[in-house]
């Protein structure tokens, strides 16, 4: 059977990506950013997983106003980076695992989650950026990925409860793949941040910290966070982090705190990040 061992969270804030790929992160600026991930870095060595489903959005990259799913899954064998203008992120390839995201598309689709699939889609920062932060500059990324993309870009983004059921609805059907696997859910995005119109900049420290305590422990108290909220409190992208529950959702009743890490700021953007393991 597979089993989800373990959830992480982290923003995306490209131009880290950008420090990894010039050799940058240990400078005055990024140093205290990159530092924070050193132990997660390490952890996943010692607990690498076979597969990481990886929720994240598209930045119009491989989407644009022609075509946009509010929750989609990769059904592919491999991804290759996008090019967000500037050309690809010199990073490896992301190899997929279509077995268990057909059958991850089965049980969601029959549990009533209408889920787009996709076989072909070219990954942005969204997902290459927090690989990079876990794994450096491998050769090869140490585990297969599936991509699961989460409209948060063009009104209206899912509500935080439904992307909780969605994570419970994930749990359900990685418990119910016969083969053994190790399976880690990571959720992407955030923290506070608006990147345009007159709060751009906007960053919320206290907002931000309360959020990542109530994705400890046992409240589900997070799923019912308003659209508003997010919005009012950590700008317009803030609502990145309804991707979070998503991963928190697949963890089930209750977590415990691996490993906790918050920096301001970071481009635009708080950077936030969590490593989270059931314990129920
Ligand atoms: C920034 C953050 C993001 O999450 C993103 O997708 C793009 C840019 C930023 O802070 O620069
Ligand atoms: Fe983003």
């Known amino acids: 059977m597979a ?29 205290p950013i ?29 989407f644009d106003m022609k075509i946009i799913p509010t929750f ?41 989650f209408d889920m787009t699939i996709i076989n072909e889609m070219d990954v942005d920062h969204g997902l290459t950026v927090p690989l990079s932060m876990m794994f450096g500059t491998p050769e090869a990324w140490p585990v297969k990925v599936i991509p699961l993309a989460v409209n948060v870009v063009t009104y209206p983004p899912p509500s ?10 994930i749990a359900c059907a990685v418990e119910s793949f016969p083969d053994n696997l190790n399976v880690q859910i990571w959720g992407t995005g955030g923290m506070s941040h608006q990147l345009q119109g007159p709060r751009a900049g906007l960053l919320n420290r206290e907002w931000d910290n309360k959020f990542l305590d109530m994705l400890i422990g046992d409240s589900d108290a997070a799923r019912f966070i308003p659209h508003i909220e997010f919005l009012r409190e950590t700008g317009s992208e803030g609502i990145e982090m309804v991707m979070w529950l998503i ?3 697949a963890l089930g009743k209750a ?18 990040h969590l490593v989270l393991e059931p314990t129920s």
């Open 3 to 31: 089993r989800i061992t373990a959830g992480v969270a982290t923003s995306h804030v490209p131009l880290l990506g950008v420090a990894v790929d010039q050799g940058k992160t240990g400078d005055e600026y990024f140093g």
């Open 34 to 62: 990159f530092a924070g991930y050193k132990w997660t870095k390490a952890w996943e060595k010692e607990n690498a997983p076979d597969v990481v489903i990886l929720v994240f959005n598209d930045h119009a990259s491989a």
């Open 72 to 112: 989609a899954i990769g059904c592919g064998d491999k991804y290759k980076p996008a090019d967000e203008g500037w050309g690809p992120r010199p990073v490896p390839e992301v190899e997929g695992h279509p077995d268990l995201a057909w059958h991850i598309a089965q049980s969601l689709i029959l549990d009533e």
């Open 160 to 169: 935080g409860n439904r992307c909780w059921a969605l994570g419970e609805a």
């Open 247 to 249: 991963m928190r959702g």
């Open 255 to 272: 977590t415990k705190c691996l490993h906790r890490h918050y920096h301001i700021p970071c481009s635009n953007t708080a950077i936030g």
